[in-house]
């Protein structure tokens, strides 16, 4: 077997060629990947093809959690914290964009243009904001982040959640536009780090794990003690029905 099984040579360039793992290749939609290494040297195409293997590696786990994602059902309600997720989420994504157009030197674009047309949205947004309105791009913006890597929840299609959702969008986008707005005027703020994943709701303990927990507090002691144990026990038994 090859030291560097996805090492493959092309005519004279190297190429990493990464066959997909067979629990996901239904749903991948492609057999292999392949990607330039950029050299005729070996050495060197071994060097990259590490660094060039890991985001492979990479988008093949972050595939397999969608998936996993997707057998699940969806869920019902979303908590605060992952709301909160959501906002802060799409947030950095738009002050990211404004980094990146400002760091091209706005090309392609007009930066009084822009500073009128950033207006205008956000007087926009924050009149449906405040009547509790929600356009369709919103809607529309609002589905996109919850299939986001870093977000990834699924929620179900009449969740009482999705204005919820869209909200906090709507308010994501309001608070980066009064950041952008200050950096129009040189204003120096960082875009913070987008979060890694919400939190995940905790799972109700099962009547296995109420029977471990009545063994082990199934012990010795006082009555005072024993008293204690009963009503956890049996709080713990009602929180399961």
Known sequence: ??????????????????????????????AEIWRSLRTQERRLAIERLRAESAVV????????????????????????????????????????????????????????????????????NRAEFARGQRSTFMLDEAQEVLSWENVNLRLADKSSSWPKVVRAIYAATIKANEIKRQRNTGAVIETPQAPSRPPEIAAKPTLEDAKTFYIKERVSGSDFAQKKRKVRIEATIKDIE
Do not use: C, N
């Open 57 to 124: 590696v990479t988008a093949f786990d972050t595939h397999r959690r969608k998936q996993a994602r997707l057998a699940e059902p969806p869920l019902e309600e979303l908590t605060e914290p992952q709301l909160k997720a959501i906002e802060d989420a799409y947030f950095s994504h738009l002050l990211d964009e404004d980094d990146d157009i400002r760091e091209s030197g706005f090309e392609g674009r007009d930066f009084d243009e822009d500073a009128d047309w950033l207006d205008a949205l956000d007087e926009t």
């Open 1 to 30: 077997m090859s030291k560097y099984p996805w090492l493959a040579l092309r005519g004279r360039t190297y190429y990493l060629r990464a066959p997909v793992p067979q629990d996901i290749l239904k749903t991948f939609g492609k």
